[in-house]
C-alpha cells in the first residue's frame, strides 16, 4: 500500500530542527508541506468555480423537478442570500408548461454531464494528496454520483434546519443532523473518487474532520454572512450576492482540501493515532519493508 511506504519513508527522516526532531513536529511539518505541495489557495478557488458553474447548477436544474422553495431555502442557509430575489427581478417562470418541463429533463441531464468538471477537478485533487492515479473513463459514473450527493447534500442541509423547531434541543439536533450529512458525503466522495484505495478508517477520518469543520463553518457563517450579504448588495447589487457566493464557496473549498491535507499528514504519523489510522495491514507492512530494508544494509553489501 503507497500509504504504508510513504509512513515508512516518514520515520526515517533526518530530524533537523525542532519541526523533524519530534512526532508532533514532523506531522506539523508534513501538514506544511502538503498544503504547500497541494497548492492549497490555487486548487481551492478552481474547486469554488466548480461548485459555483457545476453543482449550483444541477441544484436549480433539479428544482424544476420538484419545489423551487426547497431550493431557494438551502442557497439562502448555505450562501447567505435568497435566490427568489434574483427571479423576482425579472418575472416568474410557468414551471407547468409542458416545454418547460421538457427543457427541465433534458436541461439537467446536460448541466449533469457537463457539470461532472467538479467531480473531475476533486479526484485531481484526492489523487495528488494521496498519490493515486486518475479516473478513467470507465468509471466515470463515479463522477455523477459524486456530483448529484453534494448537490443533494444542499438539500439535506436545508431541511435539517428545519429541525431548530424541536422544542429544546432542536439546535443541537439541527447541528448533528448537519455533521451526519456531511458525514457521508465527505466519506462516500474521496471512496468513490480514489476508487476505494484508501482504507476505512482514513476515509472516515476524513470524513469526520471535514464534516466537523465545515459544520463549525457554517455556524459561524450563519452568524457573519447575513450582514456581509446586505453590505454586498448595497454597493454593487446582484454582482455582490456573487461575489459573497464565490468567497463563501473558497473558504468552504478550503476547508475540503486542507481536512485531506491534514488527515494524510496525521495517517502517517509513527504514533497511536497514525498507525490506527494506517490499520493493522498497513503496519505489518511497513515492519515487513523495514526488516527487508535491514537484511539489504551493509552486511549484503
Known sequence: MALAREALIARTETANGWLQGTPPGRTVRRVIDGLIE???????????????????????????????NVTARTIKTQFGFDPSQLSSASGTVDTTDPSFAAFGVVGLLMIAISGTSFARALARIYGKIWNIPSINIRDAWRWLVVLFTVAMSGTAIGLTSELTNVRFIGPPLALAGEFAVWMVVWTLSPYLLTMGTLRGRVLWATG????????????????????????????????????????????LSVVIVGSAVIVKAVALDEGYVGRYLRGPGAVASEQAAESLAQDDGPDHE
Open 208 to 251: 469526520a474532520l471535514t464534516a466537523a469543520a465545515l459544520t463549525i463553518l457554517h455556524t459561524g457563517g450563519r452568524l457573519v454572512l447575513p450582514r456581509i450579504t446586505a453590505a454586498a448588495q448595497h454597493q454593487f447589487g446582484s454582482l455582490g450576492l456573487v461575489f459573497t457566493a464565490i468567497s463563501w464557496l473558497f473558504v
Open 38 to 68: 497541494i497548492e492549497l489557495v490555487d486548487r481551492s478557488m478552481t474547486l469554488a468555480a466548480r461548485i459555483f458553474t457545476s453543482v449550483l447548477p444541477v441544484m436549480i436544474a433539479a428544482s424544476t423537478l420538484s419545489s423551487w
